[in-house]
């Protein structure tokens, strides 16, 4: 093997086992925060690590300190973190060891990741199929392009590949099928690499799994796949240039299953003597003193190998007693970063425009992402049933395969977790990807990638790696859809910190935050209600909206007031607080009671951000309040707005503030009789009405 690899590789292999060594001497100090270490891995890694170019991206797991090592990470980059330091290149302090996120110009790209084993697993594919579409479109990374293309030793920018790392236990993963899935059957430019040490936690291989890596992603048709040694450096540098080299010209996926030894605790939490009955057959598999033999073969000398050595141990020991000295975060720190700013902050543009026809809200949908497509290529619309054929099971995307073809708007697999989660990967390479879950019943599956993966990136990333994605979600009861078709899930979603949420009443509203949702570079959920898609409810023609011009914007965070009213003193006023369906419950009720003139009405639009002031003026104004939802109202999002709304305005009520939500009940019935029975209504909302106003 060429000298100067050998020697980058010994050098790396050192680094990182000194370091496991380091922190196991100093255990009292670095275990104040959870770590894992590559020791016994360290072959492999560092073997992979030296042939990333910068236009390639890397999804890392917990176990990968040799890895970012060879990407030409320092000790005290990686000390910053596992000390949870103010300069952690990778968080600022906000998450574990070896969990990076890199975006530097010279090294491969790192979007964040979890600890949950396996989930990066959906969003590196994502990366992948990103890359696959913008050599498809001829399109720029513009993630890459920013770096001057001198950046990159050898190869076009377009020529960037994805690893994703992942442990062997993880691989019976649901999640982990998702993605081999896809990668198989679109061949995209991926490497999964799988470090295979026989051990989950404490159960092992023989407890856990069928059968290894390799031979699982046999069942995936167009996956290729090798088994190597990971704890030899030239059996896994010289395996891996082959697969790398295949990936970059062919343009196709592979998995390299590697079996290592574990040679140190799971987590510095989780100590190996307490349940491993193979320590001493592990350390006979140490990768150190084979790379070592074969640097004594290939002409270096022990001197040579004492020098490096001694080296190492002095600049790791160094390095770590100046991250010991460095500056903790600020209480203030933990105030930024939740989502990247928004260009947009006005409602601006034409709402109504002079001769434009009414349409319906699924229209407007329609029209706003048919209108981001033609002028944005990087815009691209997936899901299930969103294809040609169909064009989405609400026809919501009904002519744009047709219009912008089958690699812009296209099918998934019955996924909602790779749906949801790929949305992390598209997005790293610069795309912004448009998608949907058929029902709000459906997003369960999903939520795992959209709590762990989607709304954490920009805040663990210290801003580095904001998820910009759509996800629209077709949400409530309609035409007798039963349990599986009508539920609202919104509370569920808003206690997920990090996405903003949509829930609009009509169709301008939902073009014009369909509009925002595009440009902003965060994370958007929009809830579309089935029954006010085509207002064919009853009581629902005012979800028809005049369609908004092409420039119509509407910014999240800024209510609608409705039927707005002066103070009266003289009568009793209320303010009714809702969204979605509610809206026209809560108009309709108003009208037909005859008090348009006594009820302010106040449309959210967004979820979150949420307008409080404007709720709050309202409030203090009319001194009663009702909260309107279609969800059961039992710990529900109205039901803590509600209480929010009690307190911040309680010396200027008259009567307590009231939910109104569906039945308290697990289900939606079939049956229209107890359909209706479960739902509010008009009439439900009239009868509240009434009982506060007389409170």
Same mark, same amino acid.
């Given at each position: ?340 700013? /928004? =260009? +947009?902050? *006005?409602?601006?543009?034409?709402? @109504?425009?002079? #001769?434009?026809?009414? !349409? ?51 099918? /998934? =697999? +019955?996924? *909602?977790?790779?749906?949801?989660? @790929?949305?992390? #990967?598209?997005?790293? !390479? ?52 039963? =349990? ?14 990090? !996405? ?196």
């Amino acid at each position: 093997m060429n000298k100067d690899i050998l020697k980058k590789g010994f050098t790396n292999l050192v680094t990182a086992k000194t370091m496991a060594e380091l922190y196991e001497a100093n255990f009292k100090v670095v275990s104040k925060y959870v770590h894992a270490t590559s020791r016994g891995h360290e072959a492999i890694q560092t073997a992979l690590g030296m042939q990333l170019l910068p236009q390639d991206y890397a999804f890392p797991y917990y176990r990968d300190d040799a890895m970012l090592l060879a990407f030409g990470m320092t000790p005290y980059d990686l000390m910053l973190q596992v000390l949870a330091k103010k300069d952690d290149p990778f968080s600022g302090g906000r998450t574990y060891y070896s969990h990076p996120s890199l975006k530097d110009a010279d090294k491969p790209k790192i979007p964040h990741q979890s600890s949950a084993t396996g989930m990066q697993a959906i969003p590196a594919t994502g990366v992948a199929m990103g890359l696959q579409y913008l050599e498809k479109q001829g399109l720029k990374n513009s993630v890459t392009s920013e770096h001057a293309k001198a950046s990159f030793p050898s190869g076009r920018i377009e020529d960037g590949l994805v690893v994703c790392s992942l442990g062997d236990a993880s691989v019976t993963e649901g999640e982990i099928a998702e993605a081999f899935q896809m990668a198989a059957l679109k061949q995209m430019p991926i490497l999964y690499l799988v470090q295979d040490n026989g051990w989950d936690i404490s159960a092992n291989e023989a407890e856990t799994r069928a059968q290894n890596a390799a031979e699982y992603a046999k069942g995936f048709h167009g996956l290729e796949a090798i088994s190597i040694d990971g704890a030899n450096f030239i059996e896994s540098y010289e395996a891996l240039e082959k697969v790398i080299k295949t990936i970059r010209e062919e343009r196709r996926p592979f998995l390299v299953h590697a079996k290592v030894p574990l040679l140190n605790h799971h987590t510095s939490g989780v100590r190996m003597e307490w349940y491993r009955d193979d320590l001493e057959e592990a350390k006979s598999r140490d990768p150190y003193p084979v790379l070592k033999q074969q640097m004594l073969d290939n002409g270096f000398t022990q001197k040579d190998i004492d020098t490096i050595e001694a080296e190492i141990k002095t600049l790791v020991e160094n390095d770590f007693q100046n991250a010991l000295k460095a500056e903790d975060p600020t209480p203030e720190d933990l105030f930024t970063h939740d989502f990247a700013p /928004t =260009p +947009i902050t *006005e409602e601006k543009g034409e709402r @109504s425009p002079e #001769g434009a026809e009414k !349409v319906v809200m699924v229209d407007c949908a329609l029209f706003a992402v048919e209108e981001l497509m033609r002028e944005h290529p990087e815009c691209l619309l997936y899901g299930q049933d969103v294809g040609g054929r169909l064009g989405g099971v609400f026809r919501e995307a009904a002519t744009l395969a047709q219009k912008f073809g089958d690699d812009r708007v296209f099918n /998934t =697999p +019955i996924q *909602e977790a790779f749906i949801v989660g @790929s949305t992390v #990967g598209m997005s790293a !390479v610069g795309l912004k990807p448009i998608v949907e879950v058929q029902f709000a019943d459906y997003i369960w599956p999903g939520l795992n990638q959209l709590f762990t993966e989607v709304s954490r990136s920009c805040y663990l990333s210290n801003g580095k790696w904001p998820v910009s994605m759509i996800l629209r979600v077709p949400i409530g009861a309609y035409g007798s859809g039963g =349990p599986y078709h009508s539920s609202s899930v919104e509370s569920v979603v808003t206690n997920i910190r990090g !996405v903003k949420i949509a829930y609009p009443s009509n169709g301008a509203d939902l073009k014009g935050l369909m509009k925002a949702a595009y440009h902003d570079p965060n994370p958007v959920v929009i809830f579309e209600h089935k029954g006010l898609y085509w207002s064919k409810v009853p009581g629902t023609q005012g979800a028809t909206s005049v369609e908004p011009a092409e420039d119509y914007v509407l910014p999240f965070g800024k209510a609608w007031v409705l039927q707005e009213i002066w103070k009266q003193d003289d009568v009793e006023t209320c303010t009714i607080v809702t969204y979605g369906m509610g809206v026209h419950w809560a108009m309709n009720a108003s009208e037909e009671l005859g008090l348009k003139d006594q009820i302010e009405v106040i449309d959210l639009r967004t979820l979150y951000p949420l307008d409080e002031a404007t709720i709050m003026k309202s409030v203090k104004k009319t001194g009663k309040c009702l909260v309107v939802t279609e969800e059961p109202s039992n710990n529900s999002f109205a039901r803590a707005l509600s209480g929010k709304i009690q307190e911040e305005c309680f010396k200027y009520l008259d009567a307590p503030v009231v939910t109104i939500g569906s039945e308290n009940m697990p289900a939606i019935p079939l049956n229209s009789t107890l359909e209706q029975t479960m739902i509010p209504s008009t009439e439900k909302v009239k009868a509240k009405i009434e009982v506060l106003l007389n409170y």
